[in-house]
T-cell receptor, first 114, second 113 residues
Framework: NAGVTQTPKFRILKIGQSMTLQCTQD?????MYWYRQDPGMGLKLIYYSVGAGITDKGEVPNGYNVSRSTTEDFPLRLELAAPSQTSVYFCASSYFARNTGELFFGEGSRLTVL | AQSVTQLDSHVSVSEGTPVLLRCNYSSSYSPSLFWYVQHPNKGLQLLLK??????LVKGINGFEAEFKKSETSFHLTKPSAHMSDAAEYFC???????????FGTGTRLQVFP
């Protein structure tokens, strides 16, 4: 049972480049989330999805896009990368809504924008 | 508005001594509260959660937390630290009438032999 799998683990981007962070879960969870973690800060929600075909903005969505074509996959797209997007990104999933159930996290993707 | 404050950014203990990680919350109602742990280069993992049942909550790996409404606290404790407990710990509170969560800024626990 792999849980939540994120790729890549590390990436360096130049300003203005674009990329997609991949996230897959094999637990048949309806809820999926993208968070970013900056030093000394709590996790901030970027986007989330309550099921295939349904996505919504979190606290810090600017500069990002998501899609949810299947239950398993929830990719995060960075358009026109900026230094402010240097962060560690975590994908998570849950069976219940996040305020009641357990979130299962991937191991993170460390992104540096130079 | 709900908020959560982790009172210590770093805590250092010796192996075999008790662990106390402090968390205060602000809420006008009885919230759901969680503790997550993040080991180096890993994702977060749920340690325990409080959802208005018993005020003393037992979690994995010998951790427990007590919900104290009068003190608006939800401190995490463990009687005896192990080297494998070295990690970052996050206190998390739910937002009233939504499914949103607010993460604390984290407490890094160091365990010395």
């Amino acid at each position: 049972n792999a849980g939540v799998t994120q790729t890549p683990k590390f990436r360096i981007l130049k300003i203005g480049q674009s990329m997609t962070l991949q996230c897959t879960q094999d637990m048949n969870h309806n809820y999926m989330y993208w968070y970013r973690q900056d030093p000394g800060m709590g996790l901030k929600l970027i986007y989330y999805s309550v099921g295939a075909g349904i996505t919504d903005k979190g606290e810090v969505p600017n500069g990002y896009n998501v899609s949810r074509s299947t239950t398993e996959d929830f990719p995060l797209r960075l358009e026109l990368a900026a230094p402010s997007q240097t962060s560690v990104y975590f994908c998570a999933s849950s069976y219940f809504a996040r305020n009641t159930g357990e979130l299962f996290f991937g191991e993170g993707s460390r992104l540096t924008v130079l | 508005a709900q908020s959560v404050t982790q009172l210590d950014s770093h805590v250092s203990v010796s192996e075999g001594t008790p662990v106390l990680l402090r968390c205060n919350y602000s809420s006008s109602y009885s919230p759901s509260l969680f503790w997550y742990v993040q080991h180096p280069n890993k994702g977060l993992q749920l340690l325990l959660k409080y959802t208005s049942a018993a005020t003393l909550v037992k979690g994995i790996n010998g951790f427990e937390a007590e919900f104290k409404k009068s003190e608006t606290s939800f401190h995490l404790t463990k009687p005896s630290a192990h080297m494998s407990d070295a990690a970052e710990y996050f206190c998390v509170v739910s937002v009233y009438n939504t499914d949103k969560l607010i993460f604390g800024t984290g407490t890094r626990l160091q365990v010395f032999p």
